[in-house]
């Protein structure tokens, strides 16, 4: 049957090659939509999936392909990690140098640092709960 198909396919088009099949046209998943959507995820990427589809009036499942195979994304959990800024270390190399410049060595052993806490008024940090889209999990 392979060789009498492939036969009958070179007598019909003049060539070996299978035909690409035709789909149906996507009517959801336009390139306009895609763009909305990158627009939006580059403005606030902790929008979960079901909100998005629900602002652009599409289901569920087409946002996810839209987010997994139209713009290669994947969904990360929220990471705290410990670290600085470099406004933080120019701030805290500057504060180090007043320091040495007021006072001499002997005044800075006597000299007690504490450790302080803030109170914060926001809600506790739950990363089962948040969530981000990006195409790497470093962005």
């Known amino acids: ?3 009498y198909r492939t036969y009958t396919r070179y007598v019909e088009t003049g ?9 149906r046209p996507c009517t959801v ?3 306009k939509l895609i763009k909305k959507v990158r627009e939006s995820l580059q403005r ?7 909100k998005l589809a629900k602002i652009y009036g599409v289901s569920r499942r087409k946002m ?21 800024t470099d406004a933080q270390r120019k701030k805290r190399y500057e ?13 800075v052993k006597n000299i007690i640092f504490s450790d302080e806490k803030l109170f914060v008024l926001e809600d506790g940090f739950n990363p089962q709960n948040d969530h981000l889209h990006a195409t790497k999990i470093e962005n």
Request: overall charge positive; hydrophobic content about 25%.
């Open 44 to 50: 606030n990427c902790a929008r979960s999936c079901r």
């Open 64 to 84: 996810q392909r839209i987010l997994k195979d139209d713009l290669r994304m994947t969904t990360d959990k929220k990471r705290k990690i410990h670290g600085i």
């Open 15 to 23: 060539d070996v090659k299978i035909k690409k099949k035709t789909r």
């Open 95 to 107: 504060r180090t140098r007043l320091l040495q410049r007021r006072y001499s060595l002997e005044d």
């Open 29 to 31: 998943r336009t390139p």
């Open 1 to 3: 049957m392979l060789v």
